[in-house]
C-alpha cells in the first residue's frame, strides 16, 4: 500500500497547544493528539490575535436589527470588526491547508452550534448558528474537510473527516505531477472508495479519466479534482459500505470456509445494527487480503484512506445518523 501524504491542518490553539481559552485554560483532545506526529498543524486564536488577552471577559455573538455582532459581555465592547478584519488576513495568508479542525460551540471558532443572544445582557440564547471566524474558515475553504472537536468525537464523523483529510493533499499532488499515467493510477486505486461514496461521480470521473473526447490534460485533470472533491464531500450511507465490503469479500468466496464466512457474515450484521464501526470490518477484509496476497484489493484506498494508527481511536458512542 502507498505511503500517504502528511495534510496541513488548520487547528484551534487552545485545542491542546496554548493555554488560551478565555479562563485561561487549556482543552485535552485524545483526537488531536493522536494526530500530532501525523499531520502538520498552523494553530491559530483569533481571540488572542485580535489582542483580547488571556485571561479575558467572555464574548458572545448578539443578534439584533437583522445582524450578528461580537460583542463582550462585561464591557459590551464590539469585535466584530476586528475579528472579521483578521479572519479576511489570516486567511488570505494561509494557502495551502487541507482541512481544519476547530473548538465547537466557540462564538470565534465554532462552525455550527455557537448560541446566538438576542442582547448582550443575561439571556436565553435565540437559535444556534456558526461562529465568525469558523464561518469565514467555511467560506474560504469550501471543498476541504472542516469539523470541531466535539463531531470528531463521533466515529462515522471521524471516518468521513480522516478519509477526506488524507485525499485532499493527494489529488494536490495528483495536479502538480501533471500526468495521464499517474491519473489513471490514482483512479483505479480509488475505485472502492469511489463506490463506497458516490456511484453516480465514480462514473462521471471513470468518463474524464477515457477521455473520449480528446480533451487537453489540463482540462481533465481540472475536472477530475472538481468531480473528485464532490464525491467525496458527503460521507457515505452504510449501506453503500456494506455494498463494497461484500463485493471485496466475494473476492475470496473460494478461499473462505463456511466458519469464516459465517463469522464476517455476522460482523457485516452487527456493523448494519450500528454496533460496531466500519473500521472493525475492514479489519477482516484487511487480514484476508494479507492472507491470500490479493493485489488488487491491496492497493485500493478503501482499506486504508489514513494512517492505521487512527483507527484504533474508540467509539464516542454517538449514533450514524449525527453526521
Ligand atoms: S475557541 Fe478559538 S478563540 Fe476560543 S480560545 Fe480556542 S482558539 Fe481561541
Given at each position: 500500500m502507498n505511503l500517504l501524504p502528511q495534510p496541513h491542518v488548520l487547528v484551534s490553539k487552545c485545542l491542546g497547544f496554548?493555554?488560551?481559552?478565555?479562563?485561561?485554560?487549556?482543552?485535552?483532545?485524545?483526537?488531536?493528539?493522536?494526530?500530532k506526529p501525523l499531520v502538520s498543524f498552523i494553530t491559530v486564536c483569533p481571540e488572542v490575535e485580535i489582542g483580547l488577552g488571556v485571561p479575558r471577559e467572555p464574548i458572545r455573538i448578539v443578534f439584533a436589527d437583522g445582524k450578528s455582532k461580537l460583542v463582550q459581555l462585561a464591557s459590551g465592547r464590539d469585535v466584530t470588526s476586528e475579528m472579521n478584519a483578521f479572519s479576511m488576513h489570516f486567511l488570505n495568508s494561509i494557502k495551502d491547508i487541507d482541512g481544519s479542525i476547530l473548538k465547537g460551540r466557540s462564538p470565534s471558532c465554532g462552525i455550527k452550534d455557537v448560541k446566538i443572544y438576542p442582547a448582550a445582557e443575561k439571556s436565553a440564547s435565540l437559535k444556534k448558528d456558526k461562529g465568525f471566524f469558523g464561518g469565514a474558515v467555511l467560506e474560504h475553504f469550501p471543498d476541504l474537510p472542516i469539523e470541531d472537536e466535539g463531531r470528531l468525537l463521533n466515529a462515522k464523523i471521524r471516518e468521513h473527516f480522516l478519509t477526506r483529510l488524507f485525499l485532499v493533499p493527494q489529488i494536490k499532488n495528483l495536479m502538480a505531477q501533471h500526468s495521464m499515467k499517474e491519473l489513471i493510477a490514482f483512479h483505479a486505486q480509488n475505485k472502492y472508495l469511489l463506490m463506497a461514496y458516490n456511484q453516480q461521480e465514480m462514473r462521471v470521473l471513470g468518463r474524464i479519466v477515457a477521455n473520449l473526447e480528446k480533451k487537453s490534460l489540463d482540462m481533465i485533470l481540472n475536472?477530475?479534482?472538481?468531480?473528485?472533491?464532490?464525491?467525496?464531500?458527503?460521507a457515505p450511507r452504510y449501506t453503500s459500505h456494506i455494498n463494497v465490503l461484500m463485493h471485496a469479500a466475494g473476492y475470496f468466496s473460494k478461499e473462505l470456509n463456511?466458519?469464516?464466512k459465517r463469522f464476517f457474515n455476522d460482523y457485516l450484521k452487527k456493523y448494519r445494527e450500528n454496533k460496531i464501526t466500519l473500521s472493525s470490518i475492514l479489519g477482516i477484509l484487511k487480514s484476508w487480503i494479507v492472507r491470500f496476497n490479493n493485489e488488487y484489493l491491496a492497493q485500493q484506498s478503501y482499506f486504508k484512506p489514513y494512517p492505521e494508527e487512527l483507527m484504533e481511536l474508540t467509539d464516542s458512542g454517538k449514533g450514524r445518523d449525527e453526521i
Open positions: 496554548a493555554s488560551c481559552r478565555y479562563n485561561g485554560l487549556i482543552i485535552h483532545s485524545d483526537f488531536v493528539e493522536q494526530l475536472e477530475y479534482q472538481k468531480h473528485f472533491l464532490s464525491a467525496i464531500a458527503h463456511k466458519e469464516e
